[in-house]
């Protein structure tokens, strides 16, 4: 069954410092997800894009953030200069179509630890 | 407006009990409503999910009660296993939002033997 995969399932780095996170969505998956989870609290969402494009961003999604296709299969997360508060899960999925009726499959997840 | 409530927090249940777990929405744009199950060390994994054109689903031993006056909806786990013992999220999403998916706070079950 084909899944979302993502790396590395942790990252530890020092505050200030610069981190991708990488996910391979699902292969005939045109639309992409960003969401995080904070240790204990609710799954957040971060942002979403398609044909290369971010949709829609929430307001976490700040300049720090940014994402990039850069070839046919991975997507990523990049935080320019870490904060303590970015500490988190953060987890990349994927869907078919952009209607709410499309699943979408997320992936394991990479902890984020922020020192 | 986008928050999505839900409650208990955690829920201790008996096999074979049912357990049943609350949310409310104030988002009339939100037009479909997912439930999201995550297991320890795993990404969420959709469950079950509703439009509110109608006021009830049911796959197997999960049914979604939906009450789109009062704006709630309830996930009941019949004949509840320890299997089931996971965190689950209720969740919104509207057709117009690129499926942005707006969750829940999350429920922690456990059944207990």
């Known amino acids: 069954e084909p899944e979302v995969t993502q790396t590395p399932s942790h990252q530890v780095t020092q505050m200030g410092q610069e981190v991708i996170l990488r996910c391979v969505p699902i292969?005939?998956?045109?639309?992409f997800y960003w969401y995080r989870q904070i240790l204990g609290q609710k799954v957040e969402f971060l942002v979403s894009?398609?044909?290369?494009?971010?949709?829609?961003k929430s307001e976490i999604f700040d300049d720090q953030f940014s994402v990039e296709r850069p070839d046919g299969s991975n997507f990523t997360l990049k935080i320019r200069s870490t904060k303590l508060e970015d500490s988190a899960m953060y987890f990349c999925?994927?869907?078919?179509?952009?209607?709410?009726?499309?699943?979408?499959?997320f992936g394991p997840g990479t902890r984020l630890t922020v020192l | 407006q986008q928050q999505v409530k839900q409650s208990p927090q955690s829920l201790i249940v008996q096999k074979g009990g049912i357990s049943i777990i609350n949310c409310a929405y104030e988002?009339?744009?939100?037009?479909?409503f997912p439930w999201y199950q995550q297991f320890p060390g795993k990404g969420p994994a959709l469950l079950i999910a509703?439009?509110?054109?109608?006021s009830e689903k049911k796959e197997g031993r999960f049914t979604i009660s939906f009450n789109k006056s009062a704006k709630q909806f309830s996930l009941h786990i019949m004949d509840s296993q320890p299997g089931d013992s996971a965190t689950y999220f209720c969740?919104?999403?509207?057709?117009?939002?690129?499926?942005?998916?707006?969750f829940g706070t999350g429920t922690k079950l456990q059944v207990i033997p």
């Open positions: 894009f398609y044909n290369n494009e971010i949709s829609e």
């Open positions: 988002n009339t744009a939100f037009d479909y």
């Open positions: 999925a994927s869907s078919e179509g952009d209607t709410p009726y499309n699943e979408q499959f």
């Open positions: 969740a919104a999403s509207n057709s117009g939002g690129y499926q942005k998916v707006t």
């Open positions: 292969s005939n998956h045109l639309y």
């Open positions: 509703i439009r509110p054109d109608v």
